[in-house]
């Protein structure tokens, strides 16, 4: 191993797909909205479906975090050199601190709020089986 190996980190290729489509260029890739083209062609019911899903997995792997941290915290695996639990995190997961500690903060909560944390542990329905509430 030279010393260009260990100063230079590895470069990973520039990808040619996202999500299954097509990047022409790397300037399409760098563009304002390089995720617009996913929602090319899709129906706006189809849009909010998939949005729908999508945060049905964000807040279930959200409840998922927090038990998990709860149990870190409560063994203190953060207690190898940090001050906390919030420090770990923001240093492992690279989040601001005052947010580290509000999850901490929140995992902990939740524990005394069974309801809640209940409520938290089910995903939601996809939006296509629920009824709107307004037209349009």
């Known amino acids: 191993m030279t010393h260009a ?3 230079s980190p590895p470069v990973d290729p520039v990808p040619t797909s996202l ?7 790397f300037d399409s890739l760098n563009s304002l909205d390089p995720l617009a083209s996913l929602a090319a062609g899709h129906s706006v019911d189809a849009l909010g479906d998939t949005i729908a899903e999508l945060a049905s997995r964000l807040h279930a ?3 998922e975090l927090l038990v998990l941290l709860r149990a870190f915290d409560a063994r203190q695996g953060w207690n190898n ?4 639990c919030a420090h770990w995190l923001q240093w492992r997961t690279g989040i601001d601190l005052g947010a ?8 902990h ?10 409520a938290m542990s089910r995903e939601s329905p ?11």
């Open 109 to 118: 909560a939740l524990a005394d709020l069974p309801l809640l944390s209940a």
């Open 126 to 136: 996809a939006a296509s089986s629920r009824t709107p509430r307004c037209g349009r």
């Open 81 to 84: 050199g940090f001050r906390s």
């Open 61 to 63: 792997a959200t409840y």
């Open 5 to 7: 190996d260990l100063v």
């Open 19 to 25: 999500h299954g489509i097509q990047i022409e260029s």
């Open 100 to 107: 580290a500690r509000e999850k901490v903060r929140v995992a």
